[in-house]
C-alpha cells in the first residue's frame, strides 16, 4: 500500500523527534490521556500511541507511569509558589496555603499528585521527588516565621522546621488523605488559627 505524501511526510517528521522535542511531545501526550481517561486509564502503550512513538522512547526516560505523570506535572502543571510578605503573620499563612489550594486543586494537578500518591508504595523512587515536591512550602513556611519572629510576633524557639511545616502537612492531609475534592476557606482558617497560631503566638 502506498502511503499518501502529505501522511508519509507527517510521520517523517515524527519519528525524526529526538531529545527535548520529543520528551516535550511524550509528556503532552501524557498530560492528553490524563485529561481524556483520569490517572486510572494511564497507560505507557497509550501515551506512546498518543505521541506517535513506540515504549521504548518512554521507558528509557521513565521508569513507570508514576514517574512519567509526575514528570508532565512538572512540564505543563506545577507553578512556583510565592512568597508572601504582608508585614502579618497570620495573613501571611493563609496567603500561603490559599496559593497552594489553588495548585493542588487544579484539575490535572490534582488527577496527577493523587495518582502518584496512590503509587508510592509501589515505587519507592518516587517518595524521593515527592518530598522535592513538597518541600517548597515548607521553606518558605520558615521563612515566613523568621519574619514574624524578628517583629515579635512569634517565639523564637518555634522557628523549627517541623513547627513551620505544621500547616502544610495539615493541608496535605486533607488533600490527601482525606481525599478532600475542595478545600474550603474556612478548614484553612481552621488550620492557622485553632492550630498554628497557638503553638507559636507569644503568650
Do not use: C
Amino acid at each position: 500500500m502506498t502511503v499518501p505524501p502529505a501522511k508519509e511526510a507527517a510521520g517523517d517528521k515524527r519519528s525524526r523527534r529526538r531529545g527535548a522535542e520529543l520528551e516535550r511531545a511524550l509528556l503532552q501526550a501524557t498530560l492528553d490521556e490524563l485529561a481524556d481517561g483520569g490517572y486510572a486509564r494511564l497507560t505507557i502503550d497509550r501515551v506512546a500511541q498518543r505521541a506517535g512513538t513506540n515504549k521504548t522512547a518512554i521507558y528509557r526516560r521513565w521508569p513507570n507511569r508514576a514517574a512519567l505523570a509526575l514528570a508532565a506535572y512538572h512540564e505543563f502543571v506545577r507553578e512556583p509558589a510565592a512568597l508572601p510578605d504582608t508585614g502579618d503573620l497570620r495573613s501571611d499563612v493563609l496567603l500561603l496555603l490559599r496559593g497552594a489550594v489553588g495548585r493542588m486543586g487544579s484539575p490535572a494537578g490534582g488527577e496527577i499528585l493523587r495518582g502518584v500518591m496512590s503509587e508510592i508504595h509501589a515505587h519507592p523512587e518516587l517518595r524521593r521527588h515527592l518530598r522535592e515536591e513538597f518541600a517548597q512550602e515548607p521553606n518558605l513556611m520558615m521563612t515566613i516565621l523568621g519574619r514574624a519572629v524578628a517583629r515579635g510576633e512569634a517565639r523564637p524557639e518555634a522557628l523549627r522546621p517541623r513547627v513551620a511545616s505544621v500547616p502544610v502537612v495539615m493541608l496535605r492531609q486533607e488533600y490527601l488523605i482525606y481525599q478532600a475534592a475542595e478545600i474550603s476557606d474556612e478548614t484553612l482558617i481552621e488550620i492557622v488559627d485553632q492550630v498554628f497560631l497557638p503553638m507559636v503566638r507569644l503568650s
